[in-house]
């Protein structure tokens, strides 16, 4: 785990602000029935990363965790290392950067001249090899209780959110059994899996009987970031890829998508279902909880 000597936070569950100032703004549009009317939209910012003096990448976001981003991004790419001391994390409002310092002399240019377009819809990027390292992940055999999925998914879907107020968001929640821990969204979901990973990093919170729940495809950058975060447990919303299911499986990470209503399909890590939930109790999704799942980009 990384040292963060100088940064470690409050580790109070950590949920949406869709009011916070900043994250998005009024503009007119004109409807189906030629009338004029204001629409919420998302603000939508540029925020240059930095490793060191070494700029690493520039991330389109909403902006409102920063440090939260920067740290997790960087981890999930494999820059910094398990015993990296971190001696600060310097936010600039008006520069649109973040600069994360470690005690570690850091280079990474080799790595940064290869990298991978995601399939994110805010098209993230990957240096390096994907799978690198991912030969040596074996996350923990947790269980997970259905009953924990279906309190999850009810507790989530009617958290008040950007999405709901104003869409073009992806949302991703760490949890603990039926519990919400941290709740991040932005308009890449590969953002928001890098915040909730820098809040672990910040807080020191272990990851080993960890749920990470999100609203966006099941593909191979989403398994990877999570298997990365030693995260064993991955839930969502919507579907998966192939490639997506085969790391999965490589890696022993229990996958779970298609979850909404009663439905849900695991497609790696079955045997550690515990089937404890009476389905027939479950409800159908509301509406707003049904067109937050539409949105599968």
Request: with cysteine; aromatic share 6%; net charge negative.
């Amino acid at each position: 785990m990384l040292w963060v000597p100088i940064m470690r936070q409050n580790n109070s569950s950590v949920m949406p602000s869709p009011m916070a100032e900043g994250l998005t703004r009024k503009v007119r549009a004109t409807t189906h029935l030629q009338s004029e009317e204001e629409v919420t939209v998302i603000e939508e910012r540029p925020l240059t990363i930095f490793l060191n003096s070494q700029e690493i990448v520039t991330a389109m976001t909403i902006s409102d965790y920063p440090e939260y981003l920067a740290l997790g991004f960087l981890h999930n790419q494999g820059m910094l290392l398990k015993t990296d001391v971190i001696s600060a994390i310097d936010f600039d409002e008006d520069l649109e950067t973040v600069v994360v310092r470690t005690e570690r002399s850091t280079n990474y240019e080799d790595k940064l001249k290869k990298k991978t377009r995601t399939s994110g819809c805010a098209v993230g990027t990957v240096f390096g090899d994907m799978m690198e390292g991912l030969e040596e992940v074996r996350l923990p055999k947790a269980t997970i209780h259905t009953s924990w999925l279906y309190s999850l998914a009810k507790q989530i879907n009617q958290t008040p959110s950007l999405y709901l107020s104003a869409g073009a968001i992806h949302g991703t929640v760490l949890c603990q059994e039926d519990q919400p821990l941290a709740y991040m969204e932005d308009v890449g979901r590969h953002n928001a899996v890098d915040k909730v990973a820098g809040w672990m990093l910040l807080n020191q919170i272990e990851p080993n009987d960890k749920i990470l729940y999100t609203t966006g495809r099941l593909t191979s950058e989403m398994v990877i970031k999570t298997a990365q975060m030693g995260i064993p447990v991955l839930v969502s919303r919507s579907g998966f890829t192939a490639w997506g299911v085969d790391i999965a499986q490589q890696v022993g990470l229990t996958l779970i998508g298609r979850m909404r209503g009663q439905r849900f399909a695991c497609v790696s890590g079955e045997e550690r279902l515990i089937f404890d939930a009476d389905i027939a109790s479950v409800s159908e999704e509301p509406k707003a909880a049904r067109r937050k799942g539409s949105h599968v980009g």
